[in-house]
């Protein structure tokens, strides 16, 4: 047991929570979570599951793997805020992207029902890092969640409908949902906004609420002319450091260096020496 306990990454019956309206946590049903099968929903206590056993044994590998070039996942998060892991930078991007999210969400006045904001990132910049960063530091408080992209629009929709009003008290009052959608292209993304704006309009929602935000990360060749086209919407993240991201990441790569020989963090070092 002791053996199949230390090579399983969770530990069994877990429950996993939901932020609700008033301020509380719901459990989200296995049943339920399998019905909107078109998300990967993103819970409040996501990965809290995870075994002791199998911590001790992968994180170190869990971060060489990241830090080697490999893409986020929901655990490196989770392990750096556990501090059982060194710190993920964030990059200027993240706080960006996440002042024009929190104005959108505080705007009182000719709020529409469905927000669209893009990060445009040159490959290898750390884009989906920043985007993955920005649902990871909102589960608490919005209802969060990755499109899979293998589905259609309508099914998309259908199921986003579904999670913002899962276990909520009045449908007029539910949180907003935030979905990720990751190297979708605009007609994807135009397509579920519309699909999103007749569901919104099917129930009647009060003028002025909003209910989705969708959050695109597409990979781009010149990522700062499409910030220029739409600044309120659109963040760019190209491979050319600021002078703080500067001073990160040389931090860092003198403390990854005393862990790791250099062949297992070259993407980083590339990344920190700007390509």
Not at 120 to 136: D, E, F, K, M, N
Not at 228 to 238: F, K, Q
Request: glycine fraction near 4%.
């Amino acid at each position: 047991n002791a053996t199949l306990q230390s090579i399983q990454p969770m530990t069994s019956h877990a429950s996993k929570h939901l932020p609700v309206y008033v301020k509380g946590e719901c459990n989200l049903e296995t049943r339920e979570e399998e019905r909107i099968y078109s998300l990967e929903i993103l819970s409040v206590n996501h990965c809290d599951e995870t075994s002791s056993e199998f911590v001790e044994d992968q994180r170190e590998s869990i971060e060489r793997e990241f830090y080697h070039g490999g893409k986020v996942n929901w655990l490196n998060l989770w392990l750096a805020d556990k501090q059982l892991v060194g710190e993920i930078i964030q990059r200027d991007a993240y706080q960006e992207i996440s002042d024009l999210i929190d104005d959108n969400l505080k705007r009182n006045v000719d709020q529409l029902p469905v927000s669209c904001f893009n990060i445009y990132h040159h490959p290898g910049s750390g884009g989906s890092t920043v985007a993955r960063q920005v649902l990871w530091s909102r589960r608490k408080v919005l209802r969060c969640a990755v499109v899979k992209p293998s589905y259609s629009a309508a099914t998309v929709s259908e199921h986003a409908v579904h999670l913002r009003e899962y276990e909520e008290k009045n449908t007029q009052k539910c949180l907003p949902v935030l979905l990720l959608l990751e190297d979708c292209d605009k007609e994807y993304q135009d397509d579920l906004k519309k699909e999103l704006e007749v569901a919104v309009n099917t129930k009647k929602i009060a003028r002025g609420t909003l209910c989705f935000v969708l959050l695109s990360c597409r990979r781009s060749h010149n990522p700062e002319r499409m910030c220029r086209e739409s600044p309120l919407e659109n963040v760019a993240i190209t491979h050319k450091l600021s002078d703080k991201e500067k001073r990160l990441f040389a931090g860092k790569r003198k403390t990854l260096e005393q862990q790791y020989p250099p062949e297992f963090i070259l993407t980083f070092v590339l990344m920190s020496e700007q390509f």
